[in-house]
């Protein structure tokens, strides 16, 4: 795995965990918070509950205390204990019902029987089960009343007896616990009020194992039945049992954001029983949408991050990992000998220290080398000291010895001097004319003429000296005047191929290497000659097919006075670099040992042409 992908997978992986554990602390706060405020709701639409309860509990106590002082009641309550017919006052309780705004009310007489009943005038005569001690000195308190059609209601009661009779005549009655005493709750917004009646009025605290079957339809809301009454069921269960408040969420469909933090309030009567359970349902739909909205924002902001880390690491690449790949190509280039590599410097921070240190370290080695350069030209100067002085020892020698021979014939007869005064100034001219043409060389090489620069094409140059030394162009080549086994091609550019050059001393040295490469096939072979373009440079080769050279033998070849054939001066091809040299140009030699060589020259294109 490279580098670019290290990165990108860390910035990936980092971005993604942190998005993750932002949203998730969020969406841990946020239903914090909503159900914080779903309790504060509950608790404040519970307390309105409770408030109501009391309101409508000390309006039926106001209600029932005002007929039980009322005079016509009175008079009634008088008759009724003076006659033994009650059969009059039947319909005396919806009278008075109506008068005082009661749902529920009932006239009981002093045997303990109904004398009249608003909610239900066929009770008449029945007994009235919920007149007993304990509800005698009661505020008020909840019971369920059964009315004429078979159905049955929660209602709060109060029960009084009317004052200034010698017989206790009782008043039972109350007002309705049902959809409208919902209604009158001021509700929060998203929260719902429901009152499931319990028809078992067994059941209580003391007897758990009492309650009657769950009945969704007795599940009343506001609007009437509750929807999805049924997923109600173990909560309100758990309050008729226990009678003790409980809550928790109730999932009324398959989507989360339709469920609710249900919150259940047993209603007991004085003696425990419980008469009914309000639920109280906070929708979680708020919380359930803005959770998704977070976890939206959340995968935005991944898919963002992600992106900002592929970009990170992409330019992180290229401000690390690009330079780093850099340095590893310029150190394979330096360690295959291109010692001039050098590199960009990035910026200031350690990569590039790195580059900077890299550049020095190649500027060192490329001084070394020039250094080490001198120290050989040094020696090869010393190595053509040497060759000189031996050059001129050899002839020396036979000179001391004919001038010693003269001085010893000096006694000799004269024609016998004669004679070696002859052979003596013989040997005399002829070694001072080999001490003048060592001479010459050397001051050839020493004093190389500068070149006298004019505007020629270079396949000019080469198609001459190809012509002095080869002639018949055929279809294969320009075979060799001397030897047929050696056969020259030329190979230029279609184009002019200007240069600005003395065409003397290019002669001169491309004659040189022609003769060389020459030399270098004495078994025959092929001689190419070519000429093209390479930018801003002209390039000329002259490559053979001969025994090759060593790479010692390259790096020597063109120090004066080394050469490789067993008869030379070693002159040749250091006349031919410093004429090369001379034009601002350079000459290489590639090569191999069986594998033939190539001399490149790289002369400079002309600084201006003249259209033809």
């Known amino acids: 795995m490279s580098l670019r992908q290290k990165l990108l997978l860390l910035f990936s992986l980092t971005t993604a965990t942190v998005v993750a554990i932002v949203a998730w602390t969020v969406l841990v706060r946020v239903r914090q918070v909503f159900e914080q405020q779903d309790q504060e709701k509950t608790a404040l639409l519970v307390n309105q509950f409770q408030r109501e309860f ?39 309780a919806q009278t008075l019902a109506t008068q005082a705004q009661l749902n529920f009310l009932e006239i009981v007489g002093p045997d303990g029987n109904i004398v009249s009943s608003a909610q239900w005038p066929a009770r008449f005569g029945y007994p009235e089960p919920a007149i007993d001690s304990t509800t005698e000195g009661m505020q008020a308190f909840i019971k369920r009343e059964e009315l004429a059609d078979g159905t049955s209601v ?6 009084r007896s009317v004052r200034g009779v010698q017989q206790p005549v009782k008043l039972l009655g109350g007002k309705r616990l049902d ?43 506001v609007n009437g039945e509750a929807a999805n009454a ?3 069921k173990p909560l309100i269960e758990t309050a008729l049992r226990g009678g003790q408040q409980s809550s928790s969420v109730v999932y009324l469909t398959t989507h989360r954001e339709d469920s609710v933090n249900a919150t259940v309030l047993p209603l007991k009567s004085e003696t425990g029983r419980v008469m009914a359970v309000l639920v109280v349902a906070a929708s979680r739909k708020p919380m359930v949408e803005a959770q998704q909205h977070i976890r939206s924002i959340a995968y935005g902001v991944a898919a963002i991050g992600i992106l900002i880390s592929i970009t990170s690491s992409m330019w992180i690449a290229a401000r690390v990992s690009r330079p780093i ?16 590599t050098r590199v960009r410097v990035h910026g200031r921070d350690e990569v590039g220290t790195l580059a900077r240190s890299f550049n020095h370290m190649t500027s060192e080695l490329t001084a070394q080398r020039e250094r080490l350069v001198q120290s050989e030209r040094v020696a090869a100067w010393r190595e053509l000291a040497r060759r000189l002085a031996h050059e001129l020892k050899n002839p020396l020698f036979p000179l001391q010895l004919t001038v010693e021979n003269l001085v010893r014939a000096r006694g000799l007869p004269e024609n016998e001097f004669d004679e070696v005064f002859r052979e003596s100034t013989q040997t005399l001219s002829m070694e001072i004319a080999n001490l003048k043409t060592i001479i010459g060389r050397f001051s050839d090489f020493s004093k190389m003429p500068r070149p006298q620069l004019e505007q020629i094409d270079a396949a000019d140059a080469i198609k001459r000296v190809a012509k002095l030394y080869f002639s018949g162009l055929g279809a294969t080549g320009i075979q060799a005047n001397i030897d047929s086994r050696i056969e020259c091609s030329v190979d230029l550019d279609g184009g002019p191929l200007l240069i600005d050059a003395d065409p003397e001393l290019l002669h001169r040295a491309l004659s040189n290497l022609v003769l060389n490469a020459m030399d270098a096939m004495p078994e025959g072979g092929r001689l190419t000659l070519s000429a093209k373009s390479s930018g801003d440079r002209i390039e000329i080769r002259v490559a053979d097919t001969g025994q090759g050279l060593t790479q010692e033998e390259c790096e020597r070849l063109f120090t004066p006075y080394y050469t490789t054939k067993q008869h030379g001066t070693g002159l040749g091809l250091a006349i031919v670099q410093s004429v090369v040299a001379d034009h601002n140009g350079t000459i290489t030699v590639e090569s191999c040992p069986g594998g033939g060589a190539s001399f490149v020259l790289l002369l400079p294109r002309a600084t201006s042409t003249t259209e033809a």
């Open 54 to 92: 009391q309101h409508r509990s000390a309006e039926v106590a106001s209600a029932m205390d005002r007929l039980a002082d009322a005079e016509g009641v009175r008079h009634m309550a008088y008759e009724l204990t003076q006659s033994s017919d009650s059969s009059i006052y039947l319909t005396e």
């Open 154 to 159: 929660l209602g709060v009661f109060v029960l």
């Open 179 to 221: 959809q409208q005493f919902l209604a009158d709750l001021p509700a929060p917004a998203g929260v719902d009020a429901y009152l499931y009646s319990n028809k078992d009025e067994r059941a209580d605290a003391t007897a758990p194992s009492s309650t009657s079957a769950f009945d969704p339809r007795q599940l009343l809301g």
């Open 230 to 232: 049924a997923k109600y």
């Open 325 to 340: 790949e850099e340095l590893a190509r310029a150190a394979e280039e330096v360690a295959q000998g291109n010692w001039e």
